[in-house]
């Protein structure tokens, strides 16, 4: 079955610093990568997808993320945090072999200290 | 524009009652269905998944099924209601062969007592 490794469940830090989320799923073949955002209280919302191309996405609010297909790997990064940046943040992975059905990691929560 | 519309937002159900949150998507055709629950430190558990009428795969075993009984319409049921199945629940759709992003559901807060 396929499934998608978060490794950080919850992350603090100053703001300013840089910020790297892990995740990793456990099968090969062609998929589409997302990471998902959710601010307290709101729902979740799209932060960047990889579809094809270029590896190195960027996406809303200054984040990017790498996908490294050889290390089955779609890590999210941002040079300096905000304090809005206080957050949940989900990878989500589409297999084409698997019918595309959509499957998330365990969520990082990130805060970030003003 | 595509729409998604997810209820009741709350439901407080007692022990032993059925179950059922419905979910619809206007707005596009033939999209693919999603019901998650999300619980505190576990993210989205992917319970059911639907890519066209009738057609529903179960994740994971538990006491809710699922049904599709029009193209952009997911119901999410159970007959009777334990305890554990309190939860957020959450319906979401993506656009056919998954390579678009998934848009989501208010969410149901469903209480168990």
């Known amino acids: 079955a396929q499934s998608v490794s978060q490794h950080n469940h919850h992350v603090i830090l100053s703001e300013a610093a840089s910020l790297e989320l892990g995740c990793n799923y456990s099968?090969?073949?062609?998929?589409?990568l997302f990471w998902y955002v959710q601010y307290p209280g709101q729902h979740l919302q799209l932060l960047l997808k990889y579809f094809s191309g270029d590896p190195l996405v960027k996406g809303i609010k200054g984040f990017e993320a790498e996908f490294i297909k050889s290390k089955f790997s779609f890590n999210l990064r941002k040079p300096s945090v905000q304090w809005s940046d206080t957050a949940e943040y989900f990878c989500a992975v589409t297999l084409k072999a698997a019918g595309n059905k959509l499957t998330f990691g365990g969520g990082t929560r990130v805060l970030v200290k003003p | 524009s595509q729409t998604i519309h997810q209820w009741p937002a709350t439901l407080v159900q007692p022990v032993g009652s059925p179950l059922s949150l419905e979910c619809t998507v206007e707005?596009?055709?033939?999209?693919?269905l999603y019901w998650y629950r999300q619980a505190a430190g576990r993210g989205l558990q992917l319970l059911f998944y639907s890519v066209g009428i009738g057609q529903i795969s179960s994740e994971v075993p538990q006491n809710l099924s699922a049904s599709r009984p029009q193209d952009r319409q997911f119901i999410l049921s159970s007959k009777k209601l334990l305890l554990s199945d309190s939860g957020f629940y959450l319906c979401?759709?993506?656009?056919?062969?998954?390579?678009?992003?998934?848009?989501f559901g208010q969410g149901t807060r469903l209480t168990v007592v």
């Open positions: 707005g596009t055709s033939n999209p693919n």
């Open positions: 979401a759709w993506s656009g056919p062969p998954g390579r678009t992003e998934a848009f």
């Open positions: 099968y090969g073949g062609t998929v589409n």
